[in-house]
C-alpha cells in the first residue's frame, strides 16, 4: 500500500461526519513539525457547526506524528455547549493488523479514554488497521499541556503507540476556543 493512500484513509476516518460541510468547515491539516508553530495552528483550526447536535465545536488541524509503519495521526477537538466545556485529544494509528488499543497513560498516569473506531480498511493485498482512540481533557488539563505539552502511551494487547504533542498545539486551540466563547459562539 502507497503513503499517500494510508494518508487518504486516515484523513477520511478522522473527517467522518465532516465530509458532507464545505470544505472552509472541515478540520486543517499540518506537519508533525508545524504543530509546534502557534500561528500555523491557530491558523489551520476552525470553527464548525454540528447539524446533528446543534453544538459548535473547535476542531484542531490533524497532524501526522511519527513515520510507516508506527504513523499516527492526531488533533485536538473542543465543544461549546452553553457553558460547558468539553476537550478531546483524539489519536488515530495505523497498523498491519488489530491491535486492539486500550488504556492511555502519561507520566505513568492513567488518563480517562475510551476506544472510538477499529476500522480494517485498503484490504487488497494487505490490510491497514486505524484504531482510533479519544482522550478526555479538562480545562485545567488544556492549561497544563498549554504550557508543557504531553507525550501519551497507548497500549495495546499485540502493540503500543506513543505519541508526543507539543506544547503550541495545545496553547493555539484553547487561544481559538476561547475567543470563541468570549464572542458567544455555542
Not at 457547526?49 to 473547535?58: A, F, M
Not at 502511551?153 to 481559538?176: N, T
Request: charged share 20%.
Amino acid at each position: 500500500m502507497s503513503l499517500r493512500s494510508v494518508f487518504a484513509i486516515v484523513a477520511l476516518v478522522f473527517l467522518t461526519g465532516c465530509i458532507s460541510q464545505p470544505g472552509a468547515d472541515k478540520p486543517g491539516r499540518i506537519s508533525g513539525h508545524g504543530a509546534a508553530n502557534y500561528n500555523l495552528v491557530l491558523a489551520q483550526t476552525k470553527l464548525v457547526p454540528d447539524p446533528h447536535t446543534g453544538w459548535t465545536k473547535v476542531y484542531g488541524p490533524i497532524v501526522p506524528h511519527g513515520v510507516v509503519p508506527r504513523l499516527s495521526f492526531y488533533a485536538v477537538h473542543a465543544r461549546i455547549d452553553d457553558g460547558k466545556t468539553r476537550f478531546t485529544l483524539e489519536i488515530a494509528g495505523l497498523f498491519p493488523k488489530r491491535v486492539y488499543l486500550g488504556d492511555v497513560y502519561s507520566k505513568g498516569r492513567k488518563l480517562k479514554s475510551k476506544v472510538l473506531d477499529r476500522e480494517r480498511t485498503d484490504c487488497g493485498y494487505n490490510c491497514t488497521t486505524v484504531e482510533t482512540v479519544a482522550v478526555e481533557l479538562s480545562r485545567n488539563d488544556m492549561d497544563i499541556y498549554a504550557a508543557e505539552g504531553i507525550t501519551v502511551k497507548i497500549v495495546g494487547r499485540r502493540d503500543e503507540l506513543v505519541v508526543s504533542v507539543p506544547a503550541a498545539y495545545f496553547a493555539a486551540v484553547l487561544a481559538f476556543y476561547s475567543r470563541q466563547v468570549e464572542r458567544g459562539a455555542g
